[in-house]
């Protein structure tokens, strides 16, 4: 596969329940790409990658990967697809070397040699009851599992949520590994705003069941800023770049530092400082 293939495109998918609707949502993700997917709890982080999974049905839209439509190419679809998401719960009682051998049936690529590596590598002991593992040993076994078939894409929903931070040290480093070679992706949603600083090439915001705000993170560092000015005019209120303002003492938030500077000069009002904003406090804006 070359570097901007389309391994995922989403267009128009909505899911509704009854106190809850999920989209319309559009999502393209390249090759070559690490994606974050952000957002508050229950903004549909994990009803969009079920969807995707097909553990549940969407109301509308089109999803294809690997510019095939899901529906109609399933198997070979998911063959390709390695994930993390709390599936294996019903599998309890089978020890981690019987849930192995189980889901090596599923995926024609997944490597035996790989999986005895990464269970030394993450400590797992296989003759384990999955149900009796602890809550961050069941994520390293899960990502494991993600990991032992050659696929071209990783759906990981919160990967390092409850593991140790040595384990969480290795995933980041087995997820660089695993695009090493340009042509796969990864979809990875997350709370933890060091990952995404890390790992993700752009970051799409989910809000209430919406996609907000798609970022880079060097838009976030050339646009968004921290303004401390003389004074605060009502005019402002009306500026389409303008995410927060207070009082005490003065200050802006913005999103286009330059139009923001520019308009602070036609009004004669003095910039007393300007910080650029972090990620983490970036997404405290967008996700709120
Ligand atoms: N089977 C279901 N029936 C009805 N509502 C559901 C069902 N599954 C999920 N929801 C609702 O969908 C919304 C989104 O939930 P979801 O688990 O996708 O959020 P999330 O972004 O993954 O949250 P978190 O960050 O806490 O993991 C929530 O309001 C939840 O109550």
Known sequence: MNMNTLLLEVEGLTKEYENYSLGPIDFKVEAGMIVGLVGANGSGKSTFFRVLMRVIQEDKGRIEFFGKDLHTNETEIKQNIGYVGELLDVYEYLTIEELASLIYYWYPSWNKDRFEYLAKRYEINKKEKYGKCSKGTKKKVEF??????????????????????????????????????????IVLATHNTEELNQLCDSIYVLRHGKISDTLN????????????????????????????????????????????????????????????????????????
């Open 144 to 185: 494991i599992f993600s990991l032992c078939p050659d696929s071209w894409l990783l759906l990981l929903d919160e990967p390092t949520a409850g593991v140790d931070i040595v384990s969480q040290r290795k995933i980041k480093e087995d997820l660089m590994k695993y695009m090493d070679d340009g042509d796969k992706a």
């Open 217 to 288: 993170k060097d838009d976030i560092y050339e646009n968004w800023s921290r303004v401390w000015v003389s004074r605060i005019p009502e005019t402002i209120k009306n500026h389409i770049s303008i995410i927060n303002t207070s009082l005490t003492p003065p200050q802006i938030v913005t999103n286009n530092i330059q139009s923001v500077e520019e308009f602070l000069k036609k009004e004669e009002i003095t910039i007393n400082h300007t910080q650029r904003l972090s990620l983490e406090e970036v997404l405290e804006y967008l996700i709120e």
